[in-house]
């Protein structure tokens, strides 16, 4: 009879150690990262269900990063448009409160604090968040804004700045005689005084539309109280008709052989570069000194033999006279503050800028040209602002599966691109000590710059661009609050599917410990069991 080994005989032992030791593994695994398996085979029929959840979490993690981002970038971006919102009440402050005392650069103090406040601005639009330009639109690799002092003075003798942009419209503005580009004689009687425009433009030139000059006052409408007076308004001097050029433009009055009374006046209205008007009132008077703004009646002399009678045309030459003081006080003043935001619009608010045509001196120019690069600073260097493209719509984040936000900026948006064109003209414009008319052009300049930093119903506001990040926040705010809550209740579907309880997974490793060694103390007591011993 054969007999079989102690070992033949205990392999179902074996293997059910080898069984046990295996739950204990598994066991021990779970206990040690929380999951059922470390694979989803080991998950059971809740395997679909988990690897749906598992990703909704992965995808929330990933918007949560994308939020952060773009919630930094906008908190940047609000920082400087919280600065500029400052610098314009702080120039609008000091244009309203400023005052005619000019140091030896020939500027206010207000000015000052403008040139100051520009470099600040330019620095503002040029923030950065990591390598991101924040007001360049989409070219987000691109600094938007030229630096500050290139701006204003140029880079180098071949390239023009705002400073000699402003110069040279000046100039046009002015005109060699400093009578803003304007003509005062006497009209077709004795009686009469004209004022007209010196130049017609060509009607086919651009951008110069057809019957008007680009530079200079531009007549618009006379009034008189003078009794018997008959006023011309402006038109023509003669008509003429396409193709030929217009002739320049004139208005004026006629005394017809009236002498005005003590205190009548005589108006005269004029549209200036920037789309302001002037008014030029002179007044009747027979009053010795002259007051200001005033012309005289021939008084005659009754005392004479024979008496000589009041003249009108001689009261009509005061009257001349009178005007031409006048128009050359307003050029000084008004035409060259109104010249100088007017060259500002023409250099921030064209691509390219528009400069006068010619050479210096440009007191007889007759046309603008367009810039190039080559002879004048272009400012904004980002992407351009685009009416069909706005510029919120540059930058787009999604921030979960159905929901993006906007936050796109570009510089030369019109509330930044004014603020910064207005700060610049501001602080660019000197004025000589000893010019009889710098106060007015400063006071002129002032209530200009004052006006332009106004808020205008209707045209777009520094916060009307914190409103609309603001909104892109509010938005990131409401879908991280959505999706904390939807992480959390898939967070507890993973748990129930692929988590574990750590007491029941202790209890039953302590239970498979106490099989596997009785199992192991079974096997040792049959291995060292002998024929002799069973015998």
């Known amino acids: 009879m054969a007999i079989d080994g102690v070992s033949g005989r205990t392999s179902y032992i074996g293997t059910s150690i080898l069984n046990l030791r295996s739950q204990i593994e598994n066991l021990t695994g779970q206990l040690a990262n929380g999951r059922i398996s470390t694979t989803y085979a080991g998950d059971g029929t809740g395997r679909s269900l988990a690897i749906g959840m598992r990703t909704q979490v ?14 930094t970038r906008i908190s940047v971006a609000n920082l400087s448009l919280q600065r500029l919102n400052a610098i314009g009440s702080e120039v609008k402050g000091a244009a ?15 000015q000052k604090t403008a040139g100051l406040d520009f ?12 390598d991101r330009y924040l007001f360049s639109g989409r070219a987000t690799d691109t600094a938007p804004v030229t630096a500050a002092d290139q701006i204003m003075n140029g880079n180098g003798a071949a390239i023009a700045g705002l400073k000699q942009v402003i110069s040279e419209r000046h100039d046009a503005d002015v005109g060699t005689d400093g009578m803003g580009r304007t003509i005062v004689s006497t009209g077709a009687t004795a009686t009469s005084v004209q004022i007209g425009e010196d130049f017609a433009a060509n009607p086919y030139a651009t951008p110069t539309p057809i019957g008007a000059s680009p530079f200079g006052l531009k007549i618009f409408s006379i009034a008189t109280t003078i009794a018997g007076a008959t006023v011309t308004q402006p038109t ?5 008709t396409a193709p030929t050029a217009p002739n320049p433009v004139a208005m004026g009055i006629d005394l017809n052989g009236n002498l005005p009374k003590e205190g009548d006046t005589v108006t005269f209205t004029f549209n200036l570069p920037d789309g302001t008007q002037e008014t030029v009132k002179l007044t009747a008077s027979s009053q010795t000194p002259l007051p200001a703004n005033s012309f005289a009646i021939d008084p005659g002399d009754p005392l004479a033999v024979p008496p000589v009678a009041a003249s009108p045309s001689i009261t009509a030459s005061n009257l001349k006279t009178a005007l031409t003081n006048a128009v050359q006080k307003l ?7 109104a010249s100088a935001v007017k060259a500002g619009d023409d250099f921030f608010n064209n691509t390219p800028p528009l400069r006068v045509a010619g050479t210096a001196p440009f007191g007889a120019a007759t046309a603008q040209v367009a810039g190039t690069k080559a002879n004048t ?57 000893t010019d009889p008319n710098g106060a007015n052009k400063l006071a002129a300049l002032n209530q200009r710059v004052a006006a332009n930093l106004a808020t205008v119903p209707g045209q777009q506001t520094i916060q009307n661009i914190q409103a609309d990040l603001a909104g892109a926040q509010a938005s990131m705010k409401a879908t991280t609050d959505r999706q904390t809550q939807t992480k959390a209740l898939a967070q507890t579907m993973l748990d129930s599917i692929e988590g574990v309880n750590n007491d029941e ?18 096997t040792s007591q ?10």
Do not use: C, H
């Open 377 to 433: 600073v272009f400012w904004y260097n980002g992407e351009p602002d685009s009416a069909s493209d706005p510029a919120r719509g540059t930058a787009v984040g999604r921030v979960d599966d159905t929901i993006t936000v906007q936050y796109g900026i570009r510089a030369d948006e019109q509330a930044l691109r004014k603020q910064l064109q207005t700060v610049a003209v501001f602080a660019a414009v000197t004025t000589s000590a």
């Open 119 to 130: 470099f600040d601005a330019v620095d503002m639009l040029n923030a950065q968040s990591g």
């Open 331 to 337: 050029s000084g003043s008004a035409l060259a503050a």
């Open 526 to 535: 049959l291995y060292q069991m002998s024929l002799v011993k069973f015998l």
């Open 236 to 240: 023509e001097t003669p008509p003429t």
């Open 58 to 71: 992965a995808n929330i993690a990933s918007y949560s990063d994308t939020i952060t981002n773009i919630n």
């Open 505 to 522: 997974v202790a209890t039953k490793i302590l239970a498979l410990q106490t099989s596997l060694q009785a199992s192991y103390q079974l």
């Open 96 to 110: 309203a409160s400023a005052g005619a005392t000019l140091d030896n650069t020939g500027q206010s103090s207000g």
